[in-house]
């Protein structure tokens, strides 16, 4: 049986640090894909910058909740068998961290007459996210497996 070592209390933050990101990676798709002539390459530099501002800081707090008090180490403690899939979800967190890092530089260091560039990055960005849907399902699946397997059956 899965050990109830996980404060209630992580879960609960954890989730809402989840929910918050889903809604921020919503918004960040939202403004890496407008098309609209109205919409000038300053206006959405500056949207996609401020969006991709506030997923970095939300994954960040979410990937640290996750390692620190999270079910990564509950799921490492209750179910050794499942470290090489913990390692490597780890190392993606890693992995996020760094893209999100220069993707924020370079579209901060961007030049005035850059548009072709910034559109590359959106599309980065775009990419980025995918991988991020990927990984959550990883992450999920690794949780569901560990939760319901039974103690000696699997491991």
Not at 128 to 140: F, G, N, V, W
Request: glycine letters at 4%; hydrophobic letters at 40%.
């Amino acid at each position: 049986m899965f050990k109830a070592t996980y404060d209630v209390s992580h879960a609960s933050q954890s989730w809402m640090e989840h929910e918050a990101l889903e809604h921020v990676k919503r918004a960040l798709r939202v403004t890496t894909s407008w098309q609209s002539p109205a919409i000038s390459y300053q206006r959405k530099r500056q949207s996609v910058e401020f969006a991709l501002e506030s997923f970095t800081r939300h994954l960040e707090r979410l990937m640290d909740i996750e390692e620190q008090d999270g079910y990564l180490r509950m799921v490492v403690e209750s179910k050794p068998s499942k470290a090489k899939q913990i390692a490597k979800l780890r190392d993606e967190h890693q992995m996020f961290r760094d893209r999100t890092g220069e993707l924020l530089d370079a579209i901060s260091d961007l030049g005035e007459w850059e548009a072709i560039e910034f559109e590359r990055i959106c599309a980065e960005i775009g990419q980025l996210l995918d991988d991020i849907d990927r990984h959550d399902r990883a992450e999920i699946n690794l949780l569901q497996d560990a939760m319901l397997l039974d103690e000696g059956v699997g491991d």
